[in-house]
């Protein structure tokens, strides 16, 4: 699935996301996906909650094809989670946005023309920026992806970023907009249940 915040799907209704594990995907890999919906309940107004009989509902697989929530093999990390349960919400690729051409240089010469189409630009009628481009988002894809010969597919316009694209760590621009596609408002979902205050103590040594 590609999107950025899609304003052609429709959202899930009262920000309720079913999902099931398929019986195929390990066990000891559900852990990582619940950890991962957890944190992204932790800062936005999503929540995912396991059903296998809902009406609408993700279906949590291994392997690919299917256009369906499909982690691959060996890749699993709670922001690769995280980037696909994004595009279930509705949620596209950074790297597609209509403006990315002002941060991004897209070269396709080692791109096979099969996969080309992962680079295509989303007009504004099929999706809403809510903020500006972020070259951290969870939603960008890493310099080299989809060449042949591992060069590099996506050149950042400010170079110092070129090894930021692709982190694969939610970003806060991602957080704010999942929230305003949610249109969570308030800041109830910022306030975390802490009652005890961590402080660091620093002692200053002289320079004798
Ligand atoms: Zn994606």
């Not at 800062?43 to 059903?51: D, E, G, I, L, S």
């Not at 680079?119 to 992806?145: C, G, T, W």
């Not at 939610?170 to 596609?181: E, P, R, V, W």
Request: aromatic share 14%.
């Amino acid at each position: 699935m590609i999107r950025q915040a899609s304003t052609v799907y429709n959202k899930w209704t009262n920000n309720e996301i079913f999902y099931y594990f398929d019986k195929n995907f390990p066990l000891k890999k559900r852990d990582l996906v619940e950890k991962a919906l957890s944190i992204l309940e932790e800062v936005t107004c999503a929540r995912f909650k396991q059903n296998s009989t809902s009406k609408n509902r993700i279906r949590v697989f291994q392997g690919n094809g299917e256009q369906e929530l499909s982690l691959g093999q060996g890749c699993h990390s709670i922001g690769t989670i995280q980037h696909e349960f994004l595009h279930a919400i509705g949620i596209w690729h950074e790297h597609m946005r209509s403006d990315r051409d002002d941060y991004l240089t897209v070269d396709l010469s080692d791109v096979s023309p099969s996969k080309q189409y992962n680079f295509d630009k989303l007009n504004e009628r099929v999706s809403q920026n809510f903020i500006d481009f972020d070259y951290a988002s969870v939603m960008h894809y890493p310099p080299a992806v989809f060449t042949t010969n591992n060069t590099v597919s996506m050149y950042t316009i400010s170079r110092e970023f070129q090894f930021t694209i692709g982190m694969k760590q939610l970003a806060f621009s991602d957080i704010y907009k999942i929230n305003q596609f949610l249109n969570c408002t308030g800041i109830e979902f910022y306030l975390i249940d802490c009652p005890i205050v961590s402080v660091a103590r620093i002692k200053v040594f002289p320079n004798l």
